[in-house]
């Protein structure tokens, strides 16, 4: 599996119904993560494997409207899917810059945190994940630094053993994927799709 994928984002209009339906996939249930502050989500978590994981976020009923939209497209979603990944990164800025220069937009480097169930805060740095590069075929990168990896803590018993993507302009995907030093393979299909392949107690189920 390419070591470079930190987690999947698999994003819900009702947090409840992602978990739900997660685990009626998997046969298992997601560890509660934590609360976004500001950004109006939660997520919850399983882990794929070593230092990777599915995260399930949603809107969070417990936080106000955000003034800005939820992320990841989350308040004009119909029903649970996966929206894009997330590649271990590091000297972000660098990494952003780079790909500008290529042609590819990765959007600012910023900060970010959650705040765990038991109260222990998680911090992070990332390119920014509302800038969608190729319809989410692209990721956005993230360095946790010093903090805990979250796949240490979620629940296990599921592994990815595959990730893969389709798009009707398969070649242009691939240029701006390959351009990143990204092993994501894309093929030709109707309409942009993040196809993960994953081990589980259920047996082997593609996740859309």
Same mark, same amino acid.
């Given at each position: 599996?390419?070591?470079?994928?930190? $987690? =999947?984002?698999?994003?819900?209009?009702?947090? $409840?119904?992602?978990?739900?339906?997660?685990? /009626?996939?998997?046969?298992? /249930?997601? &560890? *509660?993560?934590?609360? $976004?502050?500001?950004?109006?989500?939660?997520?919850?978590?399983?882990? =794929?494997? *070593?230092?990777?994981? =599915?995260?399930?976020?949603?809107?969070?009923?417990?936080?106000?409207?955000?003034?800005?939209?939820?992320?990841?497209?989350?308040? %004009? #979603?119909?029903?649970?899917?996966?929206? @894009? +990944?997330?590649?271990?990164?590091?000297?972000?800025?660098?990494?952003?810059?780079?790909?500008?220069?290529?042609?590819?937009?990765?959007?600012?480097?910023? %900060?970010?945190?959650?705040? /765990?169930?038991?109260?222990?805060? =998680?911090? +992070?740095?990332? @390119?920014?994940? /509302?800038?969608?590069?190729?319809?989410?075929?692209?990721?956005?990168?993230?360095?946790?630094?010093?903090?805990? $990896? *979250?796949? %240490?803590?979620? &629940?296990?018993?599921?592994?990815?053993?595959?990730?893969?993507?389709?798009?009707?302009?398969?070649?242009?995907?691939?240029?701006? #994927? %390959?351009?990143?030093g990204l092993a994501l393979r894309v093929q030709r299909g109707p309409r942009p799709?993040?196809?993960? &392949?994953?081990?589980?107690?259920?047996?082997?189920?593609? #996740?859309?």
């Open positions: 599996m390419d070591s470079t994928i930190d $987690h =999947l984002v698999y994003a819900t209009p009702d947090f $409840h119904l992602g978990i739900e339906t997660i685990e /009626r996939l998997f046969g298992v /249930r997601a &560890t *509660p993560g934590g609360q $976004h502050p500001g950004r109006g989500t939660r997520n919850a978590l399983i882990s =794929l494997g *070593p230092k990777v994981y =599915l995260e399930i976020i949603g809107r969070d009923p417990a936080q106000p409207a955000p003034p800005q939209p939820r992320p990841f497209g989350i308040d %004009d #979603l119909k029903e649970p899917r996966l929206v @894009t +990944w997330v590649a271990k990164g590091e000297n972000l800025e660098s990494v952003a810059k780079e790909a500008a220069h290529a042609g590819v937009k990765l959007g600012e480097v910023i %900060d970010g945190s959650r705040q /765990r169930t038991h109260g222990l805060v =998680l911090s +992070w740095r990332y @390119t920014d994940p /509302r800038t969608v590069a190729f319809d989410g075929l692209v990721p956005f990168f993230i360095d946790w630094g010093k903090t805990p $990896h *979250p796949a %240490d803590a979620a &629940t296990p018993g599921a592994s990815l053993t595959g990730l893969r993507a389709e798009h009707p302009d398969p070649e242009t995907v691939q240029k701006a #994927l %390959d351009t990143l799709a993040l196809i993960a &392949t994953v081990d589980t107690p259920r047996g082997r189920v593609e #996740l859309r």
